[in-house]
């Protein structure tokens, strides 16, 4: 099965993602930046997750151009992480409409780290549609950075009863450690563009 369909309806649903997202934005009552001081926690909120997302599609993005085709599993497993996805938008505006308290955060987090094990499910899915040897198989590797982001979120859920702050940093820090594309799977691009040019 071709892969095009699957990756041009993910584009259209992150897309559509980041819309909702930007559209919860309410324009302030008042021409001053008093009135702009207002909407900092949801700015804020809204930066972050809009980091999430464009981390989500850059990798996506490139783990798919590693990939061969998908199967049935790969539509249903893709499905899953976009539906993961979906819920950032309403536990952006839940965490910055209510200044970062506590339950809310912590929600945050766990949405977090549902798209974190989705994405893991999705790459374990397409990782069995290729032979061990092949390109794709080893590029997906040990997956040393999704356990330590996951570890960070787990850890973060729970400051965010204590310090919702601390939880804030931590989702941050996660962010910055994907803001650069996997790696592996550039690697397996060379190593298929080098298998064409042969």
């Known amino acids: 099965m071709h892969k095009g369909r699957l990756e041009a309806f993910s584009d259209g649903v992150l897309a559509i993602v980041i819309t909702i997202m930007v559209l919860e934005l309410k324009v302030p009552h008042g021409a001053d930046f008093a009135a702009l001081a207002g909407l900092a926690p949801v700015f804020l909120a809204y930066v972050l997750s809009f980091v999430y997302v464009g981390i989500y599609w850059n990798n996506h993005h490139h783990m798919f151009q590693a990939v061969g085709g998908v199967d049935g599993s790969a539509l249903w497993a893709n499905?899953?992480?976009?539906?993961?996805?979906?819920?950032?938008?309403?536990?952006?505006?839940?965490m910055g409409e209510n200044h970062f308290a506590p339950l809310p955060?912590?929600?945050y987090g766990v949405v977090l780290i549902a798209a974190a094990i989705a994405y893991t499910i999705l790459a374990?899915?397409?990782r069995r549609r290729h032979a061990k040897d092949s390109a794709f198989a080893r590029a997906f590797g040990h997956g040393?950075?999704?356990?330590?982001?996951?570890?960070?979120?787990?850890?973060?859920?729970?400051?965010?009863?204590?310090?919702?702050?601390?939880s804030l940093a931590l989702y941050a820090l996660v962010a910055a450690?994907?803001?650069?594309?996997?790696?592996?799977?550039?690697?397996?691009?060379?190593?298929l563009g080098e298998g064409a040019a042969e």
């Open 105 to 107: 955060v912590a929600l």
């Open 144 to 166: 040393g950075k999704e356990i330590v982001s996951m570890g960070l979120y787990a850890v973060a859920i729970g400051f965010a009863f204590v310090w919702p702050f601390v």
């Open 177 to 191: 450690i994907w803001l650069v594309p996997d790696r592996r799977f550039e690697r397996a691009l060379v190593e």
């Open 124 to 126: 374990v899915v397409l």
């Open 79 to 94: 499905l899953h992480l976009l539906f993961w996805l979906t819920l950032v938008p309403f536990v952006t505006d839940w």
